[in-house]
């Protein structure tokens, strides 16, 4: 009943420079990411309300060609995991995966940490049962969830002995891409004003 998340987000996607000309320049869509290792399964990701993990992310990985691109969503019918109730939703899903690897005779995906940081990055397991919970829906009710909603912990201790993680964030997986109400570029703050 309270899955519907009643309202929009900010969501940053870092990427390479020639993408956000393509998106923002062009009007064309963001493309699903459909990897492995994808934590929230398929479809386009975003840190919500966090620019700047998404222009590190970027910058990290596509160095002087980094952009991001904001979009407003609207997460519709969302998978939120920072909610406790979808812990058996993802039980379930597990419980659905695992029957289906032994019936045909294949090992449970694992997650794997990264070859850079200790960080578990490689989510093999996690996209396996987010996706395996989709295709449940989508068999059982004809429809799935519109996104996915959930916290990462990444990095060090922001202090020593502490619990809070500097590179922790809120990621967004958005599968129904009409949930991208648009896309913008985002802007410099004016030094001249407080930002409200």
Known sequence: ????????????????????????????PLKASSNEYDWLG??????????????????NRYKDDAAVIGAVIDLGYCLNLTDSAS?????????????????????LPKNRPSSKTKDVLLRDLDCAVIQQIHDFRKTKFGTDFDSVRGVFTE????????????????????????????????????????IP
């Open 87 to 107: 812990a058996s939703i993802l039980k379930q899903g597990y419980e659905l995966l695992k029957i289906r690897c032994e019936i045909v005779g294949n090992e």
């Open 155 to 194: 990095g060090e201790a922001v202090y020593p002995g502490g619990q809070f993680l500097e590179k922790t964030h809120i990621q967004l997986c958005v599968c129904n891409p009409n949930c991208i109400k648009g896309y913008f570029a985002p802007m410099v703050p004016d030094e001249g004003f407080p």
């Open 42 to 59: 398929n479809g386009i990701y975003f840190w919500e309300q966090n620019y700047q993990r998404a222009y590190e992310w970027a910058r």
């Open 1 to 28: 009943m309270y899955r519907k998340l009643p309202n929009l987000v900010i969501g940053f996607h870092g990427c390479e420079y020639k993408t956000f000309q393509k998106v923002i320049v062009d009007g064309q």
